[in-house]
């Protein structure tokens, strides 16, 4: 099963959209996937940090 999905709008700066739309097309995907795959990143990031500091 599948989580539930939301729109949620975003407001950036001209110029990070432009560097998001670039990259998102070398990486054959649409602006939307390409923004979630980086917030997925970011969180996991995070949260492989957090554990290392509770070691």
Avoid: F, P, T
């Amino acid at each position: 099963m599948s989580e539930e999905s939301r729109v949620v709008g975003v407001r950036m700066k001209v110029s990070m959209q432009e560097q998001l739309a670039r990259l998102a097309k070398k990486n054959d995907r649409s602006l939307c996937r390409e923004i979630i795959r980086r917030l997925r990143e970011s969180l996991e990031q995070e949260a492989r940090d957090a554990g290392k500091q509770s070691v």
